[in-house]
């Protein structure tokens, strides 16, 4: 599914600290008694060092989280319905809506069978031939059909957070409690972090169904609404962020709009009506991507929110834009009955 592109799509977001909040550099303190034993990661940019969040502990958190999400929800009915409807495609066993990341087996028995790795999995398949690429995406967990694995690239990209104005940072002092004495394991130590300011930063996804943009939206709602944290010290009360999505931007590079303002391919095929969000389901019509086991067209279609419509691009394709954080928001909320379906509800 990275050889063409059918949906793209782009989220910008500011993050403020809701409270103290350290992402630690790898190498921190050194033989520099003036430093914190652990200072927050730092980079230079404009030709000023600055504090920053990274994309990677970003799509760490969300990543883990949307885990979360789909282990909780995930049961034996989802299971047997989607063993049922891919058998004709030739899968003999389902597929967890998550990976078991320190999973050693390559087979699934079901939910009490937690062994599962999409990564181990599909490279014990040694696949050939030309339907390898629709195999390794049917076989990977639905989450890992989104942020990847080591036989699938991630579909969504999470830029550094930099800094937008002044950034508050304070240096407190801690210990480490030994669990069995009730002593000072470790310490007193000293740490930085950042307490005040926002940063601002990009998600950028291609090709997800409505199902997996509506999880994508679940996790990173998690996330604004501080029920996980970022960084070190998430049990001491550091880590709660307060997140405002400013807009998300959608892009059919290949549909154009009819005279009734209708979402079709370029070839003049039907997508979507003016008021109907498509995802990559609605958008894969042709044969070739039956492999893929993608919603069925009429099933990744959900009602667009009423303050939103389709514009033609200035160049090719359709565009559609939420602004502020309402509409940002607006959007995972109609992308839910995908997912509610996805997962079996």
């Known amino acids: 599914m990275h050889k063409a592109t059918f949906l793209e799509g782009t989220i910008h977001m500011t993050i403020e600290p809701d409270g103290p909040i350290l992402i630690k550099a790898g190498e921190s303190g050194g033989a520099d008694p003036t430093h914190p034993d652990m200072e927050f990661v730092r980079t230079r940019r404009g030709g000023v060092e600055q504090v920053f969040i990274p994309g990677a502990s970003l799509k760490g958190v969300i990543r883990a989280q949307a885990e979360r999400i789909c282990r909780s929800l995930d049961s034996t009915d989802r299971q047997t319905a989607q063993l049922n409807r ?37 490279e014990a398949m040694k696949l050939e031939g030309n339907d390898r690429t629709t195999i390794i995406y049917r076989r990977s967990a639905f989450v890992s059909q989104i942020f990847g694995h080591t036989s699938l690239a991630g579909r969504v990209r999470f830029a550094d957070a930099y800094a937008a104005g ?5 240096e407190r002092n801690g210990v480490a409690i030994d ?15 950042v307490v005040a300011g926002s940063f ?37 009360g550091l880590g709660r962020v307060k997140v405002k999505f400013d807009t998300m931007k959608l892009y059919y590079p290949t549909c154009e709009l009819d ?25 894969c019509r042709d044969a070739a991507y039956r492999g893929y086991d993608f919603p069925a067209p009429e099933q990744d279609r959900a009602p667009l929110p009423d303050e939103m419509s389709y514009e033609p691009d200035d160049l090719m394709g359709v565009r559609l834009q939420a602004t502020g954080d309402a509409q940002v928001r607006a959007i995972w909320k109609v992308c839910m009955p995908a997912w509610k379906q996805e997962i079996g509800l």
Request: net charge positive; with cysteine.
């Open 166 to 170: 002044e950034i508050k940072i304070e």
């Open 86 to 122: 891919r058998r004709a495609l030739g899968d003999q066993q389902p597929i967890p809506l998550a990976d078991n990341p320190l999973g050693e087996g390559t087979r699934y028995g079901g939910l009490d069978d937690m062994q599962y790795s999409s990564g181990r999995a599909i």
């Open 259 to 283: 005279k009734d303002k209708n979402l079709v391919l370029l070839s003049g095929q039907a997508v979507a009506g003016a008021r109907e969000l498509a995802g990559l389901g609605a958008l």
């Open 200 to 236: 601002t930063t990009r998600i950028d996804c291609k090709n997800l169904t409505l199902a997996q943009l509506g999880l994508l939206g679940l996790a990173l709602r998690d996330l604004a609404e501080g029920r996980v944290g970022l960084g070190f010290g998430k049990s001491r």
């Open 179 to 193: 669990r069995i004495y009730g002593a000072v394991a470790v310490g007193p130590f000293n740490y930085e972090v």
